[in-house]
C-alpha cells in the first residue's frame, strides 16, 4: 500500500501540481476510491488512517521534491502534528504558524464547535510548500463503534467557524450541536457575547438549568454539566474577553462542555437558538474487514506498483511527452468502446 500510494502521488504531482492532490484527498468520494485502489476493504472505518497512513509513509524521504506533506496520523501520532508542521516548515523557508493554526482549528471545530458524538482519534494534516493545505480527520462513536470522517480543503475555508468543511461522511445521522452552521450565527455572537460575562452569573444559570426538562434534540442534558467545572474555564474566558466566537473556541481549556453550556444559556435564557442540523453529507458503508467485495490479489497488486514506477522512472527524461502518451492511449481506448468495440475484461 506505501508503494503504489508512493507512486500514484508521484503521478498527480508531477502532472498537475501538489494542489492537485490536496483538492483530490478533500473528495470524499475518491479517497475512498484511492483506499479501494490501495487495496483496503471499501466499507471499514480503518481505510482512512490506513491511506493517511501509507500516504505519509510513502512520501516521507521525497516531500521536499514533490512539495507535499504529510503530518500527523492516528492516535498520538495526530499530537505530534504541530511539531511536524514546524519542523517541514523550517525547511521549505515557510512561515508554519498560520498551518499550525489551521490544524488546531480544525480539529477544534470537529471537537468541540460540531458535537455529533463522534471523538476524534485520527488527524492528518497534508500541505504544500506554497502554504496549501487539506485536513482528513476522523472520530468515533464509542456506543455505536462507527466512524465519521472530515474533510477540509484550506482553499475553500472562507472562516473556520461558518461552514468550513469539504465534506462529512458517515452511515448515521442524528441531531447534532452545530455551531458552525450558517445559521447558528446569532447563537455564535451571543455565546461569545456570554463569555464576557461575570462567570458568577453564568454558573447560577446553569444551576437552574439543571433543574428543567431540556428538549429532546439536546444530546447532553443540563444535569450532565458541572457548573463549577465550567466557571473555572469561564474565569479564562472573562479576563479575555474574547471578541469573537473562533477565538473563543481557540482558546485553551474551551472544550464541548463550554461550548455546550454556553449555547444552553443562550437558547434557554436568551431564545437564541443553535443549528442541531447534522452536516453529514456523504455515506459510505463501514464494518469490519472481511476482504469484500474481494481479497487483494497481490500479484497484480505488484504489477500495478511496478507498471508506475517504471513509468515514473521514464518520464524523468522525457516527462511531458510521457504523459501526452499515456493521455493519447486513455483517449484511444475510449474512442474504442464508442465505436463499438467490446471492453476488455
Not at 471523538?119 to 500541505?127: K, T
Request: glycine share 8%.
Amino acid at each position: 500500500m506505501v508503494k503504489l500510494a508512493r507512486e500514484i502521488t508521484i503521478v498527480i504531482v508531477s502532472e498537475f501540481g501538489p494542489e492537485e492532490m490536496l483538492k483530490r484527498l478533500s473528495d470524499p468520494f475518491w479517497f475512498q476510491a484511492l483506499g479501494c485502489v490501495l487495496g483496503f476493504d471499501w466499507h471499514s472505518s480503518g481505510l482512512t488512517t490506513t491511506v493517511c497512513g501509507a500516504l505519509k509513509e510513502g512520501i516521507r524521504d521525497m516531500s521536499f521534491d514533490l512539495g507535499l506533506i504529510v503530518a500527523g496520523g492516528k492516535g498520538a501520532a495526530s499530537r505530534k502534528t504541530p511539531d511536524e508542521i514546524l519542523k517541514t516548515g523550517n525547511t521549505f523557508k515557510i512561515e508554519p504558524s498560520p498551518l499550525i493554526y489551521a490544524s488546531r482549528m480544525a480539529a477544534k471545530v470537529d471537537n468541540n464547535a460540531l458535537q455529533d458524538g463522534y471523538q476524534l482519534y485520527h488527524h492528518c494534516f497534508i500541505f504544500t510548500k506554497s502554504g496549501s493545505w487539506a485536513v482528513v480527520q476522523q472520530g468515533m462513536c464509542e456506543a455505536t463503534r462507527y466512524a465519521r470522517r472530515y474533510h477540509w480543503l484550506g482553499e475553500g475555508v472562507k472562516e473556520f467557524v461558518c461552514e468550513p468543511h469539504a465534506a462529512i461522511c458517515c452511515d448515521q445521522k442524528k441531531p447534532a450541536l452545530n455551531m458552525v452552521a450558517r445559521e447558528s450565527l446569532p447563537a455564535r455572537e451571543t455565546v461569545t457575547a456570554l463569555s464576557r460575562e461575570k462567570p458568577d452569573t453564568l454558573v447560577r444559570e446553569l444551576k437552574k438549568i439543571q433543574t428543567l426538562s431540556l428538549p429532546s434534540r439536546h444530546e447532553i442534558q443540563g444535569g450532565d454539566i458541572n457548573p463549577d467545572r465550567v466557571g473555572q474555564v469561564l474565569l479564562k474566558t472573562y479576563d479575555r474577553q474574547p471578541e469573537e466566537f473562533s477565538v473563543l473556541l481557540g482558546m485553551p481549556g474551551v472544550g464541548a462542555k463550554t461550548i455546550r453550556a454556553l449555547s444552553l444559556i443562550a437558547e434557554l435564557v436568551y431564545g437564541v437558538k443553535p443549528s442541531f442540523h447534522d452536516p453529514a453529507r456523504y455515506s459510505f458503508a463501514h464494518g469490519g474487514k472481511d476482504g469484500h467485495p474481494y481479497p487483494v490479489d497481490r500479484e497484480i497488486y505488484d504489477g500495478s506498483i511496478e507498471i508506475l514506477q517504471k513509468a515514473i522512472e521514464q518520464s524523468k527524461v522525457e516527462r511531458t511527452e510521457k504523459m501526452g502518451a499515456i493521455r493519447r492511449l486513455a483517449n484511444y481506448k475510449q474512442s474504442k468502446r464508442t465505436c463499438g468495440f467490446p471492453k476488455q475484461p
